[in-house]
């Protein structure tokens, strides 16, 4: 026995507010410190049939009634007190209930504790009337403190623990009333992990430490400030939670941490989940339960079961929960949350016993949340808004906490699935998903992560050994599709995602009651989870409440706060889930994603085959962005941020970002609503209450009963299960937020990609990964999620070889990639369709790549066109111009059809003739004396054939000064003055033509090209004339 | 007041007394007595002139070749009236040949022609301008391109008035000078 007093700590609700929820809010059960503690806040809780429990896992009484042990045990000390020794609290550790009295009854005349007469009566040789006259703490008129003794020890507690079966009272624990001696009390609280840095505390989390060794601010035990709020009141350094401190001492606390016990109403959720907090209590000794006095470290925050649990909870082989109802039980009908993480191999090994983990004392219990703590996600939510169910509570591992790893889950769940939780195989749903695809299963006698199968079992095996076997965990159980229970997705993706949905097994588990709504559990993991709780703006309540995750079950059994009645849809119209979202909008209908096939998309409920099965959910709640005043869900006309067409089918899907959004939701007006259809007897209410996402509207959460076997499958093929958020209310009933997406989608519609399944199994696969599965994948090989086709054919843009124009076939003749009909040389590879002029032809094609000529016309069939040909009338495939190198630079008429090779004249324009009509052309050239010689190379004016000489001087002498469009010229005044124009240039005659004569006097006319020009006669280059000139060359001297 | 006017009669003198003198080839036709004129040349550049592309207004009838310039081609050279009935006739005084010239590098004056006028103001112009044409040639007719050319009238005799003003400012740019 050591020196310290042992107290407990009770809490007890309200009776009246209990008995009201009875079934609603019964227990809490949350794992703090080495002990796990439950408090009891419901007059049931030692519920006929069930009992209560001691702190060795006893049942200590099926009495609802009974009285129990409340205790606050630390190893080897005082277990039960005794009245009668008179040495009470500050000399022998003792339990003694606050509040409490103490029965006076004949046979247990000491027993303590009891909160009502029947506690004492009901007590094993009855104890008469509690006696609540007396208390030490000054509530009653005296206490029983001195009476106190101790009578037992529990020497199985590790450290202390609490069993709490309650009254109508509440029952409370003080560590000493005297203040004397050091005490212990219970912190209730926990630490969250938000992702950062170290650790941030929220407020309203429950008492925690502040340790003193020499306490000294005592005030006397009361009821502190009630009912304030919680103070997070654990100093830095404070918490011990480290391997270093591991099963330390415990830190004293100063009695002014003490605040009250009782019911606790949150300004938002209070009313509706009742919340009850509790407070530390004890004036100087003040454990910090919560952290410090784990008796293995290193593991979590939390929880070393010191239950006796039966059967084994955790890490143990899997048992079919029987009779042994403790640890479980302690969870029962309440909101649980789970999470939790692998075991470090030193734990495995500390857990091992016997070649399996065992419980108690080492029992790696997973985390039982409570509302408050379901409190504190929200608190959490307030103080971060990327907060909430993603709030990954973790730690424990390292001094300084970590942040939630890959292996990390957390998860909601009714507490009804926490029982098959623990059933079906903790396990998985404890450790989470492995790290790599694949990695979907649990070893058997281990944490390792493997892969069911064969090598998963030799993995198991490998040392340190995990076990034998490696065991499937949480899939759509079939016994004949799917006996090992593989995960939807498994082996494409099997990370977590789908790690907790735990209502794929609630079918099958026998003796459950039937009435478990729990169409959809959640699981938001450290991959994917995401802030969901956001306070809707507008919506009752500043802060982040309930109603902003979702309709809220107000009363029993069912959704009824802020539910409206109805079914149908507003417009009095019934929603066909097949029918498309709009003109031009998608179809949404549904599809068998794992196996199955669906039968009939209704309006308020849709069925599912499976295993040979037929379903038919008993609801479907939709949710839709709303419809506007035309009442066609986002249609024109609507809410202008509601879009219109295939967009608001995307938008109304959860598919798109466009559109509005307010505060991260998306903003549709008030038109939002979700509806739920109602068939059969197990309809639920219709509702309108407002639903916002932050990142996608869900689409159908469908509901199949208990009846349904199995019936989740219908569920998860209905959409992709990442991103679904749970929050659950008190008993059964949940709220489901939805972040996903419908999936898949039939027709031509775009295919959802999932992470939780591979929605291409049994399509073909996905190989170019691109989301679209290769059955209906237009570009199979080429990754073009978006399946963009412009030209409609049967090949996407991103492999169609002619992306404009359909072309099925995707000739190729040439074999350059661009497709026969697209290709501007479909005969010659031409595959950077180079096309300098821009006309039809590319230019490895094109008769004249610089100039458009889509006809291609080439009249001397050189293979130049004419457009570009330098001799279009004359064959000349080589173009040579200026061969010789004297006509400088080449003119750009081709030494084929040259009337001056070695002159550069080139030909005039198109026009000139048109305005100069004293001109005469011979190929375009100019050649007034039309002898086939161009102006700028003849000077023979006189054709006498002979060199030009002084006859041609003559001739042109009395030209000089006249104009160059007149016939004046020549010795006789008669000849054309345009033939002395050999400049080509100026309207005179002039000296720059005396110039160029000089150049040509000596010389022969010429050189012009020899094999069409060779003569007058026989002039073959078009010979063209203005007024003023002639094509038939008439010398008249 | 007295400034101004100085300066005004500076002006006018300056003008009076210059002829423009900066090209490589410097063309001037100038008002002689009865009528005529005479065209020269001053062939301030390094090549030899070959010909000479000219387009007047006015007057002019006959174009006479200076006898004692060798140089010139009376066979090339021509004076056409108005050949392209814009009101201009086309003067071509062009050296016999190739190789000949009818203006050596000097900076003397070389009479290329003379003009006769029935009377009246003459103008003188490059061809080019109105033709397109090149209006000064080098020894192988290729176009030079620097060349001036200016018509020096007959200054007409002062009037008493004009003597006086030009009187006046001179003494008042002494007076200016004085003060200054």
Known sequence: ?1037 | MKKLLAVVALAAGLVLGSAANAAQIDIFLTEVAGNNWQLTVDNNGAANLGAVNLLTSGNLTVMTLNPLNTGISVGDSSFTIDPLSIGLNFAIISNASAAGTIAAASAQDVLLATFASTGGPVTLEGPEVQAGQDAVFDNNLVAILDYSITVVPIPPVPEPASVVLLGLGLAALGFVRRSA
């Open chain 1, 1 to 1037: 026995m050591v020196a310290l007093r042992l107290f407990a700590l009770f809490v007890l609700t309200g009776s009246v507010a209990l008995s009201a929820r009875a079934d609603l809010f019964p227990y809490e059960a949350v794992g703090i410190g080495g002990s796990n503690l439950t408090i009891d806040s419901n007059a049931n809780s030692c519920d006929t049939g069930l009992g209560c429990f001691t702190t060795t896992g006893a049942r200590c009484s099926d009495n609802p009634d009974q009285l129990c042990n409340l205790q606050i045990v630390p190893a080897g000390r005082c277990t039960y007190g005794n009245l009668t020794s008179g040495v009470g609290p500050g000399s022998t550790s003792c339990v003694w209930p606050h509040w409490a009295g103490r029965c006076n009854g004949s046979a247990n005349a000491n027993k303590v504790g009891c909160l009502n007469d029947a506690q004492c009566t009901n007590a094993p040789g009855g104890d008469g009337t509690c006696d609540l006259t007396t208390s030490v703490y000054g509530e009653l008129a005296s206490g029983y403190a001195g009476q106190c003794s101790c009578q037992g020890t529990n020497s199985a507690a590790a450290d202390f623990e609490i069993a709490i079966c309650g009254g109508s009272l509440s029952v409370c624990s003080d560590g000493d009333p005297t203040r004397g001696h050091g005490g212990l009390g219970v912190g209730l609280g926990t630490e969250i992990k938000t992702g950062g840095a170290g650790s941030q505390t929220f407020a309203n989390m429950g008492p925690s430490t502040n340790g003193s060794a020499t306490p000294n601010s005592s005030p006397p035990y009361a009821i502190e400030n009630p009912p304030t709020n919680f103070d997070p009141q654990r100093d830095a350094g404070s918490v011990a939670r480290s391997p270093a401190q591991g099963t330390g001492p415990i830190h004293p606390v100063r009695t002014t941490d003490a605040r009250e016990i009782g019911p606790y109403t949150h300004p938002t959720i209070g009313t509706v989940v009742d919340v009850r907090k509790m407070k530390v209590y004890g004036d100087s000794y003040w454990s910090d339960t919560g952290f410090a006095s784990a008796a293995v470290t290193g593991t979590y925050n939390v929880h070393i079961v010191t239950y006796p649990c039966d059967p084994v909870v955790g890490w143990g082989p899997e048992l079919t929960l029987t009779g042994g109802l403790y640890c479980h039980q302690l969870a029962r009908d309440g909101v649980s949350f789970l999470w939790g993480s692998d075991l470090t191999p030193a734990q495995v090994t500390a857990y091992t016993s016997g070649g399996q983990r065992v419980c108690p004392p080492n029992c790696n219990k997973d985390f039982d949340i409570s509302t408050m703590e379901l409190q504190a996600f929200v608190d959490a939510g307030l103080a971060d808004p990327n907060a909430g169910l993603q709030l990954a509570i973790q730690s424990g591992e390292e001094a300084a906490g970590r942040q939630a790893g890959t292996r990390d889950v957390i998860g909601a769940t009714a507490t009804t699935s926490m029982t098959y939780l623990i059933d079906t195989d903790l396990r998985c749903r404890i450790g989470g998903w492995g790290n790599a695809p694949g990695e979907v299963g649990r070893c058997n006698n281990g944490p390792r992560a493997c892969v069911p199968g064969t090598a998963g079992d030799a993995a198991c095996a490998v040392a340190p050994s995990n076990g034998s076997s490696c065991r499937a965990c949480n899939g759509p159980y079939d016994a004949t599709t799917n006996p090992l229970g593989l995960p939807v997705g498994y082996n494409t993706h099997g990370r977590s995602e789908l790690d907790l949905v735990a209502g794929q097994r609630i079918g099958n588990i026998a003796g459950q009651p039937a009435d478990i709504r729990v169409p959809l559990f959640v699981v938001g993991t450290t991959g994917n989870a995401a802030a969901d709780f956001r306070d809707i703006a507008g919506e009752a309540g500043s802060t982040v409440d309930l109603a902003d995750l979702g309709p809220v079950d107000g009363g029993l059994g069912g959704f009824a706060s802020g539910i409206g009645a109805g079914g149908t849809f507003p417009n009095g119209t019934a929603l066909n889930i097949a029918e498309p979202c709009c003109a031009g909008g998608l179809p949404v209908s549904w599809a068998a994603e794992q196996g199955g096939t669906v039968v009939s998309g209704g309006e308020d409920a849709f069925s599912y085959t499976h295993a040979g099965g037929t379903y038919t959910s008993d609801w479907a709640l939709v949710y839709e962005i709303g419809p506007g005043p035309d009442g066609i869900p986002g249609c024109i006309g609507d809410n202008v941020n509601v879009l219109n067409g295939a967009a608001a089918c995307d938008q109304r899907l959860g598919k798109t970002t466009a559109g509005l959004k307010t505060d991260g939701f998306y903003n549709t007006g008030k038109d939002d609503r979700a509806l739920m259809y109602t068939v059969g007897a197990a309809s639920k209410p219709a509702t309108a209450s407002r639903f916002k996402y932050r990142d996608a509207a869900p689409a159908v959460v469908a509901y199949f009963g208990s009846s349904q076997n199995p019936p989740t499958v219908n569920t998860t093929a209905a959409f992709t299960a990442r991103d679904i958020r749970l929050f659950v209310d008190r008993s059964t009933d949940i709220l489901v937020k939805v972040n996903t997406t419908v999936c898949p989608l039939t027709n031509a519609g775009p295919q959802c990609t999932t992470t939780d399944g591979d929605p291409c199994a049994g399509l073909g696969g996905d190989a170019d990964a691109d989301g679209v599965c290769q059955n209906n994948d237009n570009c199979p090989a080429v990754a073009n999620p978006t399946q963009a086709n412009a030209d409609g054919d049967n090949l996407g843009d991103a492999c169609d070889n002619c992306p404009a124009v359909a072309n099925n076939d995707q000739a190729d003749g040439d074999v350059d990639t661009v497709g026969d009909v697209c290709d501007n040389c479909p005969a010659v590879a031409n595959p950077t369709q180079a096309n300098a002029d821009g006309d039809n032809l590319g230019d490895a094609c094109d008769n004249c790549p610089a100039v458009a000529n889509n006809d291609q016309a080439d009249g001397d069939a050189d293979t130049v066109g004419n457009v570009c040909d330098n001799c279009p009338t004359v064959a000349n495939t080589t173009q040579l111009d200026g061969a010789g190198g004297l006509e400088i630079p080449p003119d750009g008429v081709g030494d084929a059809c040259d009337n001056c090779t070695r002159v550069n004249n080139p030909r005039v324009a198109s026009n000139f003739l048109s305005t100069n009509q004293w001109a005469t052309l011979t190929g375009g050239q100019r050649d007034d004396d039309h002898d086939g010689f161009g102006n700028k190379c003849d000077g023979d004016f006189t054709a006498s054939g002979a060199l030009v000489g002084s006859a041609d001087l003559a001739q042109y002498r009395p030209s000089s000064g006249k104009s160059r469009t007149g016939d004046t010229c020549g010795t006789l005044g008669t000849h054309p003055c345009a033939r002395y124009d050999l400049d080509e240039t100026g309207a005179l005659i002039g000296s720059g033509d005396l110039s160029i004569y000089r150049g040509l006097s000596g010389k022969a006319a010429g050189p012009r090209c020899t094999t069409h020009c060779t003569g007058t006669s026989s002039v073959t280059l078009p010979c063209t004339a203005g007024t003023a000139g002639s094509c038939v060359f008439v010398f008249t001297p």
